[in-house]
């Protein structure tokens, strides 16, 4: 399949802190008396959809105005990296995302942006991945899923959120560490890959905590192991990755903000101080622990470094040929 027709494809796959806030943060000099617009490149109710909610309302309180979300899904966030890659650097458009949109995906298709054409602005959310299943289906344990993929190449369709995605490269990571293929369904976003497993059209989901925590939770789903090297905290009887026979790596699924490039530092700076200090406040932390995640609070140059690793990652897979399209 060439860049073209993936890109074609990707757009139509079947659908910490305790305390209170501190005072307000100083009013920003580009406050205009416009909104900023966190512009959300998947589906609404998907974990990147989920953190922006939790922490966008008391974003807006600690700049003094207004913040609206934006959902812009399709082509794995592409289409919702691009807005923004050539949005004004003005500080009032700013993309909630994952590395992989902007890391991983200029690999795989012809994107119009790469990391340059954005600016860190700081860290949202952290979470554990987890690989789930209907408990209604026919895998109860990981041991038996990789089982019937070792014997029949195929065989086993396990959804994920989109092409280049974070859950994507951990399928990815996940087949090569089990020596098993895999039938990868991509989507446009958690919520409707969640939705295809929840209706029996698929076996499998590799997904972020964040998203699937409530139906786990509520016995809908079923956790077969998390990908993070400990137990992840919110679901403490799902057993590792490694716990389950897999080993050889880990994942996580951490969410940040990021501006386009050309915006000035002072914004930058002025946007990261209100935004740690948004997810210091405890209706913000108390959201994200609701759904499976903990409050990423970095610096705009150590969210930069985290990015700067995911691309190199890009890079060496894509040298490997794992980037490429089946």
Aim: proline share 6%.
């Amino acid at each position: 399949m060439d860049r073209r027709r993936f890109c074609a494809a990707a757009g139509m796959a079947p659908a910490l802190l305790a305390g209170a806030a501190p005072a307000r943060a100083q009013s920003p000099a580009f406050n205009n008396g416009q909104p900023i617009v966190l512009v959300v490149p998947f589906s609404p109710g998907g974990n990147l959809d989920t953190v922006a909610r939790a922490v966008a309302p008391e974003l807006g309180a600690a700049l003094g105005m207004p913040v609206v979300i934006e959902n812009k899904p399709g082509a794995g966030g592409v289409i919702g990296a691009s807005l923004v890659a050539r949005a004004a650097p003005d500080g009032h458009t700013l993309l909630v995302t994952t590395p992989n949109a902007i890391t991983v995906a200029p690999f795989m298709v012809d994107t119009d942006y790469t990391l340059k054409n954005f600016a860190a602005v700081g860290g949202l959310g952290s979470a554990s991945q987890v690989v789930a299943v209907n408990p209604k289906g026919r895998f109860q344990t990981m041991a038996q899923l990789l089982d019937e993929a070792r014997r029949h190449e195929d065989a086993v369709t396990v959804g994920h959120s989109g092409l280049g995605t974070t859950n994507h490269i951990a399928l990815l990571r996940l087949e090569e560490a089990s020596h098993c293929h895999f039938t990868a369904v991509p989507f446009k976003g958690s919520a409707p890959a969640i939705t295809a497993l929840l209706g029996g059209q698929i076996d499998a989901i590799v997904d972020q905590v964040t998203s699937s925590y409530a139906n786990i939770r509520a016995g809908k789903l079923r956790g077969l192991a998390v990908l993070s090297a400990e137990r992840d905290r919110f679901l403490p009887d799902v057993p590792t990755l490694a716990e389950a026979g897999v080993g050889g790596f880990t994942s996580m699924t951490q969410s940040g903000l990021v501006a386009p490039a050309g915006t000035p530092s002072d914004t930058i700076k002025q946007l990261n101080a209100a935004l740690n200090q948004a997810l210091q406040a405890a209706t913000v932390r108390e959201r994200l622990h609701g759904s499976g995640s903990v409050a990423l609070v970095v610096t705009p140059g150590q969210w930069q470094r985290i990015l700067a690793a995911e691309l190199e990652t890009a890079r060496a897979l894509d040298a490997q040929g794992k980037l490429a399209a089946d």
